[in-house]
């Protein structure tokens, strides 16, 4: 029986998200600011995204028009603008008000929604465009995530409150922030890069498997 990829990806998607649900009632520290919108970031980006990217590559042919091969760095670097504003300083004090906030959420989820789309619309030998992309991804989003994990102090302060390393608990929040992006990232971007190079050897497996096949009938014609 072959291996279906993408239902593995699936099946690791909706791990990681039961995975989060289950860490507010394990972890204090999930109730900060920055941890509950890291996992708000993560729920929508790599869970929500592409398992709604997927279903409407095969449900939708508009979709799979807006997501074509040219798009792929488009939107691959709408996804790191994006991501890189909302958190900078600035885009974490905009975030901080209500409206703002749904509007971060939207816009990220959005750009990530198209960036899965052009990525699962890399067919045949356009492949190694996608896994460019993921893996590129995954650095960036993985070198946020260190920079939040191992930050000897707070990096982002709201409001009027200066930074003070002295806070326990922003820091401890800030951490698992890092921490949980840091975890998602493999799990979701590199994961997914492996998926495609998996389904691009096999695609190549099949066609020469067809041109041995169809030249050993010739032979046999002949």
Known sequence: MRVRPLNLL?????SVLAALAFLPLYHDEIRGQQSCRMITHIALMTIAAPVLAGWLRKQARSATELASMTSLPAATALQAALFIAWHSP???????H?????????????????????????????S??????????????CLIAVLLTFAPRVLYVSGAMAPNPAMASDLADQQLAGLLMITACPLTYVL???????????SLCDSRSDVAQSALVSENVS
């Open 10 to 14: 699936t099946f690791a998607e909706l």
């Open 90 to 96: 600035p885009g974490l004090a905009m975030a901080g």
């Open 98 to 126: 209500g409206g703002d906030s749904i509007i971060m959420q939207a816009t990220l989820f959005f750009s990530a929604l198209w960036f899965w789309l052009t990525v699962f619309n890399q067919d045949g030998r356009h």
């Open 128 to 141: 190694w465009r996608a896994v460019v992309a993921l893996l590129l991804t995954a650095k960036l989003f």
């Open 192 to 202: 997914a890069a492996i998926v495609l190079i998996y389904r691009w050897f096999q």
